[in-house]
């Protein structure tokens, strides 16, 4: 018995059938005019997603408030708000108040307590103990330089807290350490002041400077 010739057999076998879709599986994509989110109703008809990045900004572009897009880099971040320097300002001013108004009035008082002191003590004999009743005809200039000293301490007080602030917060920071430098040096120029005119009126009271 022969065999069957080989060149006879078919030589591509048929493909075997495709494998069965669930019906819920678009085969084709998303078709037009569903939502491409589920659960979301349909769209329009004739709507269909924009490809990713089709809408999307220029580099470099900020897109106003509102629209959803964070600024970009190219602007920077906002500039801080300028702070004001007054706080400085009146720090520095209350400072040289304390200072030279303070010194001023001391000098006034002191030249007039040391005039009226020397001359209570050039007409009295000599002793070794100080009397205080040579202050007795100045005691109205004796009162100023009192209260310039207290007032001049209380507002230069003010003036160092304040520079300080200001100092810290950035607010006038220049004006506020130049206050602060000038209300600590305060107290020196004032016994400075004191000394000298004190000593000068003395030696007018007393004639000694001739």
């Keep these: 018995m022969s ?12 493909a075997p059938p495709a494998a069965w879709a669930a019906p819920g599986a678009a085969p084709f994509g998303t078709p037009v005019g569903a939502s491409p989110t589920p659960g979301l ?12 990045g089709a809408y999307a900004p220029p580099a470099g572009y900020a897109a106003p408030a509102g629209y959803g897009v ?15 320097g007054a706080l400085g ?28 002191a020397g001359r209570q003590i ?3 004999p000599f002793t070794g103990d100080f009397d205080w009743s040579v202050l007795t005809p100045v005691r109205d200039w004796v009162l100023m330089g009192e ?14 807290v304040q520079g300080i602030i200001a ?8 004006a506020g350490i130049a206050a602060v430098v000038i209300a600590v040096l305060g107290p020196i120029a004032f016994g400075a002041v004191v000394q000298g005119f004190l000593t000068a009126g003395l030696a007018a009271g007393t004639g000694i400077g001739g």
Excluded: E
């Excluded at 065999?3 to 078919?10: E, I, L, N």
């Excluded at 720090?91 to 009226?116: C, D, E, M, R």
């Excluded at 100092?167 to 220049?174: A, F, H, L, P, T």
């Design 3 to 14: 065999q069957p010739d080989a060149s006879h057999a078919p030589q591509n076998p048929p």
């Design 41 to 52: 109703p349909d769209a329009s008809p004739g709507w269909a997603a924009p490809p990713a």
């Design 70 to 84: 964070a600024p970009t880099a190219a602007y920077g971040a906002p500039a801080p708000a300028k702070r004001s």
């Design 89 to 116: 300002i009146v720090a520095l001013a209350l400072a040289l108040l304390a200072t030279i108004g303070a010194s001023l009035s001391a000098a006034i008082a002191s030249f007039n307590i040391g005039l009226g």
């Design 122 to 124: 050039s007409s009295r």
């Design 147 to 160: 209260v310039s000293f207290w007032v001049g301490t209380a507002i230069g007080v003010w003036a160092l």
């Design 167 to 174: 100092v810290v917060k950035g607010r006038g920071r220049g």
